[in-house]
């Protein structure tokens, strides 16, 4: 049996038995007694975590020496979420390379490394406010603490290793050649050299660090104010740094992009306050809908106009 297939599928078991243990009528209830306006409104929370995400990320690839518009950068981002919603482990928005590519003329690789970049920070800058989540709810759940810390540690030794070239080249070579990548294989026709080309020295990064940790919290205030709707009445600090280590547990790649494994961590965290199971699972769907459902469903359309401009050869390749 290959339990590497089986894995991802390991939160979807868990979201099942999430909701065959708790009523899934009272969850139905909790979201049929919000206001249709305010559950629009929510939606429009998405924009503005995204183009601060997406600001992040211009910056990078200008320190690359990668030239693309915002406004084509932000169609890349939307396609990124769609390639990561259909694949396991969300590795498919790396992806995004190949039309990083196209539209900016930049070796592959060297595409590949800005968004390995960018990922690393974003990973890093949610697994410090993670750490700092842990300290603050160390009395009640000290085991979170630990779990974050070793997730910050893990993440940061990659990352300046990946900065390495002489130690960290052989093994991303061999990485590249994986099953995970066979897609952007096809287009692997420039020197693996170019993956190290105008890669930011650690002062660089500083500012897409502050931005990244800007833009969490955007996201998670904004979680905040979302969660007031199902009635998950939790003050704003305590409500910041639990979304923020559900946001951690769900970077666990043993789910399709954290289902299931974010909301039995939310259902436990709230208990705390007393809140409804229902509630939280039901926030945490509709979480799950605005910031990955939607995106992804945006990202598709995108990807198929875009794909109508790739070349014919090419479009068949990633198609």
């Keep these: 049996m290959n339990w590497k297939k089986l894995l991802p599928i390991a939160g979807i078991i868990l979201l099942i038995y999430v909701l065959w243990r708790f009523d899934v009528g009272k969850i139905i209830s909790v979201f049929t007694t919000i206001n249709p306006f305010y559950i629009a409104l929510s939606f429009l929370s998405l924009p503005l975590y995204v183009l601060v995400i997406n600001f992040e990320w211009q910056i990078l690839q200008r320190k690359q020496n990668i030239h693309v518009s915002y406004w084509y950068s932000l169609k890349n981002y939307f396609i990124g979420y769609f390639y990561g919603f259909i694949t396991p482990g969300g590795f498919g928005n790396y992806l995004r390379a190949l039309y990083l590519r196209e539209e900016s003329n930049t070796p592959l690789p060297k595409c590949i490394s800005n968004i390995v970049t960018l990922n690393s920070i974003d990973l890093i800058a949610l697994f410090i406010i993670s750490s700092i989540g842990g300290i603050f709810l160390l009395g009640r759940y000290p085991y979170l603490l630990i779990i974050s810390l070793v997730f910050l540690f893990t993440a940061t030794a990659i990352f300046i290793f990946f900065l390495r070239q002489r130690k960290s080249k052989q093994l991303f070579e061999r990485l590249l050649h994986t099953q995970i990548f066979q897609t952007i294989q096809r287009f692997m026709d420039d020197p693996m050299e170019t993956f190290y080309e105008d890669l930011p020295r650690f ?50 790649p043993i789910s399709v992009h954290g289902v299931g494994t974010r909301d039995a961590t939310l259902v436990a965290l709230l208990s705390m306050y007393n ?45």
Excluded: C, H
């Design 203 to 252: 002062r660089d990064l500083w500012l897409p660090f502050l931005i990244s940790f800007v833009s969490y919290v955007i996201f998670f205030t904004e979680l905040y104010l979302i969660g007031q709707l199902f009635g998950i009445s939790v003050p704003y600090l305590t409500m910041f740094f639990m979304v923020a280590i559900s946001a951690t547990v769900a970077a666990i």
């Design 275 to 319: 809140i409804s199971p229902e509630k939280s699972v039901s926030f945490t769907l509709f979480w799950f809908t605005v910031f990955w459902i939607t995106p992804s469903i945006i990202g598709a359309f995108i990807t198929l106009l875009e794909n109508k401009k790739l070349p014919e050869r090419k479009k068949k390749q990633i198609t």
